[in-house]
């Protein structure tokens, strides 16, 4: 019997949507081998999330009280360590994120079990789990499977399973966690400051501009679509070097990232090393450059060969 | 440098070479030298392929790793922008490599009869090649035209060689495509009974596309400027001679009365209307337009949006004494706007001397009138792009040089070896540094004539400016004669 | 006291690339290397720790790898710190981050260092495992993502500050000794000065085997892991979609992804 338990994860009274996504990925698993579906509900209050988790395919929530309103990395890491003692699930899926970032690891080490992490993919080949993950920066990906091990841990990647859309009628049990105090103390949350727009590290849309923009007077063009967009305005040194844009504009300045950034559009620029130490970690990046080569289209996750200006002349055009 | 000092540099370094300096000089060596260069330099299996995909990678050594005839390589070598046609074609003869026929079908130094001798007929990736492709000969994209998709065809309506038959039969083939009629109608090689019907087309996309095309006549776009799209009326205002603007009340688009701020011919009493514009872009426009006489600019001084007020700063006929108002602007954007100036004298810049602000201090940094008492100062200051900005100013000292030579950023040091002044023994220093872009600049730049050569590569890059049809301005940058512009790749 | 950072020199592949005729690996021919950028900023943290209370704190780096591995090190070295020390065997082949864990664990209890200060992830992989179970290893409290570190020698507890999402943070008391895994952005780490890379040629470097360090065989290596790699291969479609068609047509399509990604 293989069964397949799925941790929740909250934060300040939302559940994660990775959470269903996982439980997807665990109906599908539990098909493979008639194994039963179980879902724990983690928290001070767990019953708060089991109508949204009651979902078709899980056979059972397991409510896991904690005398912590968030997130502790030993409450979490002793509650789940002790419920997998106790129902032996052959596969225990988590979301990847900071939270189980924070004590997966520990988890898998504490139980000595198979484990990996950021999986996209899982299925059982025979006997053998196998989890597909990336590699290389995304540019390979990799099988693993867990050879002895009984038990086997995987963080899932958000957006890569399907959660089942209807309704289900799961039993309700609860099981009681070992009292722990959890080692680390909680202080305070602190929500970021209102930025006035002025500051690249804070920003959640940049449009950046390089030097293929190759004289002063058209700089102005590529602010006005900035604009437009409601994009904050970035650039690469030779800009900020003349003086066309100011220095704080300036992307990939020593040290500082555009670390908020969701979505940056990226035109004439190559992408010199300085530069893209400054936005490659940014998920969304949309590169306009006229060379094909330009390393920044290697990064990108869209791109367009194509004459900076012509773009953005359309899109000025598309956009009044 | 001279073949006798690149021979006394490689006897010196007892047969094991900085690679990235061996890169740099293998262009300027003769072929017994060439030898000794790339035993080091292609040693391992790792080593030729990261040469292959290098950006930097000299020609000299990417025509050494074609000769080597390795299937590895080739791949990267056929998509690498500067290897030479004759490599590409030695290439070919080995390779049946889709993915390298379709790379070499893309090449821009690719031959016109290698282009001919790909198998296109079976290949769709290599017609795209072809069809995007500045190089492919103006007979064979007739040829292939046929075979070729929609997204092809996007391509050849814009290719260089495109004549206007060929633009004729992209449009007959569009159907009902009007961005392929769009692209056709945009070409200025577009045989003028198209213009015609675009002007009478009910797609607002394609009369756009006509305001835009470089041959359009006056008539036309006296017309265009009355097309109820504003877009469309916004394209034709960037062309049509200035004396078809009427009064600007009628104009109720803001995009309009940008494009017009933005002219360089525009009347004086519309000049007028248009610097007390409510939209702030339409003043900022304005502020920077050399046209716009001295009364004007005074008012525009004084605007409350800074971007306004900087724009005056930078406008190259801004008169002196706005210039000293604006160096005393609260705002150290605009201030900066002056600082960056190449007209401006001692008693201008004597106004920054205490100016903290690091937008302020890069152009004073820069600037060729600065004491070198105060360089001296910007040299040491925390911030590495402030610091560079010492490394861009031509009339830097060379004492001060020297000091910056042991700048902790790299890319500082990159600039360092470029500079005009560099001397020769600081460049010989940095063959030896630790940052491989740094010693592989300092080698190119000792090369013979290299500095002449980094300026060469500086305007080629920038020949994309030249390519760029929207912009009214010609190059206004006012450091005129200074040759030190955009030096460092970024 | 001491800090250990366990630093790692991470695989990077250009676009193109093959796979090694065992299916499981990258052919090495393709493979570059440098040093994982989250390591920078730990290792910055380290070092201005060292400066601030100077003389009361020795930040000492580590790696796991083969000799080539001395590189990161010596980066490490140019800009702080007077030893290193690297551990390696070839029976670490096939280890993945809880093996290599065991070691670095082990490296922690020999120095007796009060504190590690591991990346959060690495640039290559990413698997975000190796420093929080060095902690569980050692039985230590640990806190992951770190943006913010506010400590002094000597005192029983840090301060710190985890990254959430949303740019929000979350202020945590951590008694020592503790791992920490840093996140990027924490600080502005420096450039080493070219003096700093000289010296850095004669610093020592201490060459280590796990059984030196009293490793089991069983503990490393494909033994030791908690995962094993079957199959490596290139998924079919790249990662950039290459927008095509007329300007016109791309910046339509420009505009509708930027509003999905807006709107997500």
């Given at each position: 019997?293989a069964d ?5 994860e909250?934060?300040?009274?939302v559940?994660?949507p990775v ?9 599908e ?5 008639s194994?039963k579906?179980l879902v724990?509900v983690v928290?001070?209050d767990p ?5 949204q988790?009651?979902?078709?395919g899980?056979?059972e ?6 005398n912590?309103?968030?997130f ?5 890491e002793?509650a789940v360590l002790a ?7 052959a596969?225990v899926?988590?979301?990847h994120?900071i939270d189980?970032l924070?004590?997966?690891p520990?988890?898998a080490v504490?139980?000595n079990f198979g484990?990996?992490?950021d999986?996209?993919?899982v299925r059982?080949e025979?006997?053998?789990?196998v989890?597909?993950?990336q590699?290389y920066q995304e540019k390979?990906?990799?099988e693993?499977?867990?050879?002895g091990k009984?038990?086997?841990?995987l ?8 959660a089942?859309?209807e309704a289900g009628?799961p ?6 966690a070992?009292?722990?105090a959890?080692?680390t103390?909680?202080?305070?949350f602190h929500?970021p400051?209102?930025?006035a727009?002025e500051d690249?590290t804070a920003?959640?849309?940049?449009l950046?501009i390089?030097?293929?923009v190759a004289d ?5 063009q590529f602010?006005?679509?900035a604009a437009a ?7 690469s040194?030779?800009?900020a070097?003349n003086g ?8 990939g300045q020593?040290?500082?990232t555009?670390?908020a950034?969701?979505v ?17 970690h ?8 006229k ?7 290697s ?5 367009i060969?194509?004459d ?5 002349n ?7 | ?5 690149l021979?006394?540099w ?7 070479f900085?690679?990235?300096?061996a890169?740099a000089f293998?262009e ?6 060439r ?5 080091s ?8 392929l990261?040469?292959?995909g290098?950006i930097?990678?000299?020609p000299s050594?990417?025509e050494a790793l074609a000769?080597?005839?390795e299937?590895?390589?080739n791949?990267?070598?056929?998509r690498?922008?500067r290897t ?5 074609l030695r290439?070919l003869?080995?390779s049946?490599?889709p993915g390298i ?15 001919r001798?790909?198998p296109?007929?079976q290949q769709p990736?290599?017609?795209?090649g ?5 190089a492919c000969?103006?007979d064979?994209?007739?040829t292939i035209l046929?075979?070729?998709t929609m ?9 260089p060689a495109?004549d206007?038959?060929l633009?004729?039969?992209?449009w007959?083939?569009?159907?009902d495509d009007?961005?392929?009629r769009?692209?056709v109608i945009?070409n200025?090689?577009?045989p ?11 797609v607002p996309?394609?009369?756009?596309k006509l305001?835009?095309n470089?041959?359009?006549s006056?008539q036309?776009?006296?017309?265009l400027?009355?097309d ?5 009326r ?5 062309q049509v001679?200035?004396e078809?603007?009427e009064d600007v009340d ?19 009493d519309l000049i007028a209307?248009?610097?007390t514009?409510?939209d702030?872009w339409v ?9 716009v006489?001295?009364?004007i600019l005074?008012?525009l001084a004084?605007?409350p949006e800074?971007e306004?007020r900087?724009?005056v700063a930078r406008n ?11 160096a ?6 605009v201030?900066?706007?002056v600082?960056f100036?190449?007209d401006?004298d ?6 920054f001397e205490?100016d903290?602000?690091i937008d302020?201090?890069?152009g004073?940094g820069r ?7 105060w360089l ?8 590495a792009d402030?610091?560079r ?5 031509p009339?830097?000292?060379r004492?001060?040089l020297r000091?910056?030579?042991e700048d902790p950023y790299?890319?500082?040091r ?6 005009p002044a560099?001397?020769i023994?600081?460049?010989?220093e940095l063959?030896?540094d630790?940052?491989?872009?740094v ?8 090369v ?6 980094a300026r060469k ?12 049809r929207?912009s009214?301005v010609?190059n206004?940058?006012i450091s005129?004669?200074n040759?030190?512009?955009?030096p460092?790749a970024? | 006291?001491?800090?250990?950072v366990?630093?790692k ?7 193109d ?5 065992d ?6 021919d393709y493979?570059e290397?440098e040093?994982?950028e989250w390591d920078?900023?730990s290792w910055?943290t ?7 209370h100077?003389g009361?704190?020795e930040?000492?780096p580590?790696?796991?790898?083969p000799d080539?591995?001395?590189?990161v090190l010596?980066k490490?070295?140019a800009?702080?710190g007077e030893?290193?020390?690297?551990v390696?065997d070839d029976?670490?082949e096939?280890s993945?981050?809880i ?6 664990a082990?490296?922690a209890?020999?120095e007796?260092?009060k504190l ?5 992830q690495s640039?290559?992989h990413?698997?975000?495992?190796t420093g929080?179970?060095t902690?569980?290893l ?10 913010e570190?506010d400590?002094t ?5 840090a ?5 959430l999402?949303?740019?929000v943070?979350?202020e945590i008391?951590?008694?020592l000794p503790?791992?920490?895994t840093?996140q990027?952005?924490?600080n502005e780490?420096?450039y080493?000065s070219?003096r700093g890379?000289k010296q ?9 085997s796990p059984?030196d360090?009293g490793?089991?065989?069983?503990e ?8 094993r790699v079957r199959?490596m ?5 790249g990662k950039a ?8 047509e ?5 505009i509708?992804?930027?509003n999905e990604l807006?709107g997500?």
């Open positions: 019997m397949i338990l799925v941790i929740s909250q934060r300040r009274g559940l994660s959470v269903s996504e996982a439980i997807g990925a665990a109906r698993l539990a098909a493979q081998k194994g579906v724990a928290g001070n019953s708060a999330f089991t109508p988790l009651s979902l078709a899980v056979d929530i397991i409510e896991v009280a904690l912590t309103p968030e502790q990395s030993d409450i979490y002793e419920l997998i003692n106790e129902r032996k699930p596969v899926l988590l979301p994120s189980s924070g004590y997966a520990a988890l504490k139980g484990f990996t992490t999986v996209f993919g059982y025979g006997d053998d789990l989890a597909a993950r590699a390979a990906h990799v693993l499977d867990f050879p009984s038990t086997v841990v963080t899932v990647r958000g957006g890569s399973f399907k089942p859309e009628s039993s309700v049990t609860a099981f009681a070992p009292a722990t959890g080692r103390t909680h202080v305070a929500d400051e209102a930025s727009g690249l920003a959640e849309f940049i950046s390089g030097r293929g002063e007077d058209n700089v102005a602010e006005e679509l967009l409601n994009f904050s305005l970035g650039c040194r030779p800009i070097d066309w844009l100011p220095k704080y504009r300036q992307v020593s040290g500082k555009v670390s950034c969701k940056y559009i990226a035109m004439g620029i190559s992408g010199s090393v300085q530069h893209l130490a400054g936005m490659k940014v998920p969304n990046i949309i590169a306009i450059n060379d094909p080569e330009a390393s920044i289209l990064v990108a996750r869209y791109g060969v194509g900076m200006f012509e773009i953005a359309e899109l000025r055009s598309q956009l009044s | 440098m001279q073949f006798t000092a021979g006394d490689l006897s010196s370094q007892e047969g094991s900085n690679i990235h300096v890169a293998h300027v060596a003769d072929d017994e030298q030898q000794v260069l790339e035993a330099l292609f040693a391992t299996p790792r080593a030729r990261r040469w292959a290098e930097y990678t000299p050594i990417l000769r080597r005839d299937a590895r390589l791949l990267r070598l056929a690498h922008p030479p046609g004759s490599s590409l290439i003869r080995v049946d490599d026929l379709a790379a070499l079908a893309a090449h821009p130094n690719s031959p016109a009869q290698l282009l001798d790909l296109w007929g990736p290599i017609r795209s072809l069809a995007g492709n500045p000969p103006l064979l994209l007739y046929p075979e070729t997204v092809d065809r996007k391509r050849m309506a814009a290719h495109a206007g038959a633009l004729q039969k992209l007959e083939v569009a159907g009007v961005y392929l769009g692209e945009a200025s090689a577009c003028p009974g198209l213009l015609a019907a675009a002007l009478a087309s009910d996309l394609i009369r756009r305001a835009e470089a041959n359009v006056t036309a776009l006296i017309t400027l009355r109820p799209v504003p877009e469309v916004a394209a034709a205002a960037r001679p200035s078809a603007f009628c104009e109720d688009f803001n995009t309009v009365r940008r494009i017009k701020a933005r002219r360089h011919d525009l009347p004086a209307q248009l610097a514009d409510s702030s003043r900022r426009w304005l502020a920077r337009n050399p046209a006489p001295a009364e005074a008012a004084k605007d800074r306004v900087r724009g190259p006929a801004c008169p002196t004494d706005l210039l000293f108002q604006l005393r602007d609260p705002e150290p954007w201030r900066a706007g600082s100036r190449t401006i001692e008693d201008l810049i004597a106004l205490h903290e602000e302020v201090l890069s004073v600037n060729a009138v600065t004491p070198p008492e001296e100062r910007i040299a040491e200051h925390a911030n402030v610091r900005s010492v490394i861009l100013n009339r830097t000292p004492y001060l000091r910056l030579a790299p890319f500082n990159v600039c360092l070896v470029k500079h560099a001397p023994d600081l460049i010989l063959l030896a630790a940052e491989p872009q010693c592989f600049t300092a080698a190119t730049m000792l013979s004539g290299g500095r002449k050569a590569q500086e305007a080629a890059s920038s020949s994309e400016w030249k390519a760029c929207r009214q010609t206004s940058e005129g004669e040759a030190h512009e955009n460092c970024g | 006291m001491k800090i250990l366990p630093v020199q991470v695989e990077i592949l250009d676009e690339f093959e796979i090694h005729d299916g499981r690996r990258v052919d090495s493979i290397h040093l994982n920078d900023y910055e380290a070092l201005q720790l060292m400066e601030k100077e009361a704190v930040a000492i580590m790696t796991v790898g080539g591995a001395d590189d010596r490490c070295l800009k702080g030893r290193a020390i690297r390696w029976a670490m096939g993945d981050p093996a290599i864990a065991r070691v670095i082990a490296v209890k020999r007796d260092v590690v200060l591991a990346g959060t640039t290559d990413g698997y975000g495992q929080i179970a902690a569980a050692l039985g230590w409290p640990h806190v992951a993502v770190v943006s570190l400590y020698p000597g005192s029983e507890k301060t710190v500050r985890r990254e999402e949303g740019g943070e979350e008391e951590v008694p503790a791992v920490l840093i990027l952005g924490i780490p420096r080493a070219l890379i850095a040629k004669s610093k020592e470097i201490e060459e280590v059984q360090l490793i089991p065989a069983n490393i290596g494909e033994a030791g892991s908690a995962a199959r291969y290139v998924p079919e479609r979609e290459l927008i095509v068609g007329t300007p016109a791309q910046a339509k399509r420009l509708e992804i930027v807006k997500a």
